[in-house]
């Protein structure tokens, strides 16, 4: 005749079991980004802490009725398989992540690369404006459509004069800044220029 079994251990275990799912729908939700990793850890040590109370409620009911332990320790089984696919899962993300990222910035890399098309004859060729010289300044509309845009540009106003500074960067060791004045009729002509890594 089977004795009651004893349920306290079983309980513990199905506590424990059932915390770590709480943690897990948070790993997955994503909610705590910050602290994905830490759940995961404490998720994988409750689970294994449940596996073992329950293997312990199983051998403390070795002579009783066993419905709670081995409910407890089906769980914790089913838990522990939970917890460990989420860690692959956030893992393989992180990695796949991290993989995409480097890719995007190699083909940013090699565009840039391709798209660079000055070289030092080119920049010694660009003409800055001088004050008392009836030289034509490079303009900078003819040499976007020479070079195409730059990497980066932006607009400075200093009282009534309107600067446009350009940089042209080939993301590995070369770059050129060039500074233009917006003049009266709108156009833009090089006021100074700097090149860098064409020696």
């Given at each position: ?53 329950a293997i312990s409620a199983l051998a403390l009911n070795r002579n009783r009725k066993k419905t709670l332990s081995i409910l407890s320790l089906l769980f914790s089984i089913l838990t522990l398989a939970i917890v460990l696919g989420t860690q692959w ?111």
């Open positions: 005749m089977n004795k009651n079994e004893k349920k306290g251990i079983a309980l513990l275990a199905l506590s424990l079991v059932t915390i770590t799912i709480v943690l897990v729908i948070i790993i997955i939700l994503n909610i705590l980004n910050i602290w994905v990793r830490k759940f995961i850890t404490i998720a994988r040590i409750l689970t294994l802490i449940a596996l073992m109370v899962f956030h893992k393989k993300s992180f990695h796949d992540l991290i993989n995409e990222k480097n890719e995007q910035l190699e083909t940013i890399e090699k565009n840039t690369e391709e798209n660079f098309k000055w070289t030092k004859e080119d920049y010694d060729n660009l003409t800055v404006v001088e004050s008392q010289s009836d030289v034509v300044a490079s303009n900078y509309d003819d040499i976007v459509k020479q070079f195409g845009e730059p990497t980066s540009k932006h607009e400075l106003s200093s009282g009534d004069v309107t600067y446009l500074e350009v940089i042209y960067d080939n993301m590995n060791s070369k770059y050129i800044e060039l500074k233009f004045t917006k003049q009266e009729d709108g156009n833009w002509l090089l006021t100074s220029k700097k090149a860098f890594g064409f020696e």
